[in-house]
């Protein structure tokens, strides 16, 4: 039953850049032809790019057709949609661009009596988030002020500063602004319905659950691969690195999910702290650790890319070999390897259990025993389970099969992205999906663990070819334990 939503209006900092428009926008008109949003809303984009409203609606038109092939059917319809769409231009630094804002919000408060609950998204990079947070606290607009007549609620983007103490910096200006039920933090992962079904897999089946600890599992492989590079965003990347990017926030959630103990209630805090849990539990390196355990690479051809300098040193690859040191999973490795300009485009989680311990028909094939279970997240959203099995015969010859359960074969019904889910989720007021503050310092502990501990050994990025699987030394990180990636 799709919950109902209060008229709202969407307030998105970095409205002309490239979330808004292969995601944000597209995910709104999609909610608005689904009938999924309230009978009045309003989006405002904020950005430094100075277009008028038609400019502005054109833009989006344009976006919404080239990134969601297919959802604009009917260009009258998108027409009407934009109407809704309204755009201020401004500096994120000056105070003059709230009261702009405000004196909007205000006048549509005043003049039609709807749209008074707010929802701010900041689209931008981390170095934005803490003035554009203060300067709505300024303007009076973030809540809690007579000038405020709804609610109020602010979404930020990953990722959520850059290291432990801006991330933490950044949480102390969030509190001083807004109270912790307002703020919701993104990592758009978890609202994948392969991850959040992680959850269901493992608690909600008698048959899986007594085999997810040390004594059944081997070890855990997640890969995050993307066979384009970085597109436009060399600005960005050399900021950050895929360390940043995506183990950061992405693999740590991953692991999370694969590792955490039953939540005592399925509510988001109780969630929240058993996932928590995990990245506490999460072994520190040594530097000397870190040049075994952890392969970083950068593609080649990255430095030609635009905005990225001709000796950059950031890395567009990474693997590393994670201990978890907990009773559930003591001694069990967890690979994470994630990289741009790889051979596929593929985000999977393999656990591969442990052989029995009397092998009977190693005679006939050494693999027999080994199974796995592949939960794949993209291309498709599927979980497969890869057994033996005989080959039908005279002779005992045993094959490897897949018993597949495929998200789109098995349920019907309109297919959201993980931006609808979140953005219902927040205009709703429901924060499980989202991350709490303690949580992503957590997460940073370990980056800043890594991050620090490369730099102490003076690991470089090795150039590995684009089509590849990364820098093959990524192979011996496992080969070194008798285990190897499944893509390779
Ligand atoms: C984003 C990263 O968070 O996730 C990108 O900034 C990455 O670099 C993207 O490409 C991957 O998300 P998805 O949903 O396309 O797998």
Redesign the pocket.
């Known amino acids: 039953m799709p919950r109902k939503l209060e008229n709202f209006t969407i307030v998105i900092f970095g409205a002309s850049g490239d979330l808004t428009a292969r995601k944000l926008m597209p995910a709104i008109y999609q909610l608005g032809k689904l009938q999924t949003l309230p009978e009045r809303y309003r989006i405002v984009g904020i950005g430094r790019t100075k277009y008028d409203h038609e400019q502005y609606r054109t833009l989006m038109h344009e976006a919404v057709t080239r990134y969601a092939p297919g959802l604009v059917e009917d260009d009258d319809h998108f027409k009407v949609f934009s109407q809704n769409i309204f755009y201020l231009p401004g500096e994120y630094c000056d105070l003059e661009t709230y009261k702009k804002l405000q004196a909007d919000i205000e006048a549509v408060e005043n003049r039609e009596g709807f749209c008074d609950n707010v929802i701010y998204y900041l689209a931008v990079p981390p170095s934005l988030a803490g003035p554009i947070i203060q300067n709505l606290y300024k303007a009076q607009i973030s809540g809690g002020s007579i000038r405020c007549i709804g609610w109020r609620k602010i979404i930020v983007e990953?990722?959520y500063g850059s290291d432990l103490a801006s991330a933490q910096k950044l949480n102390s200006i969030v509190a001083e602004c807004f109270d912790e039920d307002q703020i919701y933090r993104i990592?758009?992962?978890l609202a994948?319905e392969t991850v959040q079904n992680l959850l269901v897999f493992r608690f909600g089946n008698s048959m899986f659950e007594p085999l997810w600890n040390h004594r059944y599992v081997d070890h855990v492989q997640i890969t995050?691969a993307?066979n384009?590079g970085?597109?436009e965003?060399g600005l960005?990347?050399e900021e950050?690195g895929?360390l940043r990017?995506?183990i950061q926030?992405?693999g740590l959630q991953l692991i999370a999910y694969m590792a955490m103990e039953p939540p005592t209630r399925l509510e988001a805090d109780a969630i929240r702290d058993q996932k928590i849990d995990i990245f506490k539990h999460i072994r520190r390196m040594s530097p000397e650790k870190i040049a075994e355990d952890v392969i970083i690479g950068q593609y080649d051809g990255y430095r030609q890319e635009k905005n990225v300098s001709h000796d950059s040193k950031v890395e567009t690859f990474a693997a590393i070999r994670f201990f978890i040191d907990n009773e559930r999973w003591k001694g069990v490795p967890f690979y994470v390897r994630a990289g741009?300009n790889l051979k596929e485009w593929i985000?999977e989680i393999v656990v591969r259990l442990k052989p029995l311990p009397y092998k009977l028909y190693k005679h006939i094939s050494e693999h027999a025993e080994v199974n796995k279970i592949i939960i794949q997240?993209?291309p498709e959203e599927r979980i497969s389970i890869r057994f033996s099995a005989k080959r039908p015969g005279e002779e005992v010859v045993l094959d490897p099969v897949l018993m597949d359960f495929n998200y789109k074969k098995s349920f019907e019904g309109e297919w959201l992205?993980?931006y609808h889910r979140l953005l219902l989720d927040a205009l709703a007021g429901d924060q499980t999906l989202f991350l709490r503050k303690d949580g992503i310092e957590e997460c940073w502990k370990i980056a800043d663990n890594i991050r620090a501990g490369i730099k102490k050994c003076g690991l470089q990025p090795l150039i590995y070819p684009s089509g590849s699987w990364g820098p093959e030394k990524s192979d011996k990180l496992l080969e070194k334990d008798g285990f190897k990636w499944r893509l390779r």
């Open positions: 990953k990722p990592d758009h992962y994948k995050s993307e384009f970085i597109r965003r960005y990347y950050t895929l990017d995506i926030n992405h741009k985000t997240v993209h992205t993980a």
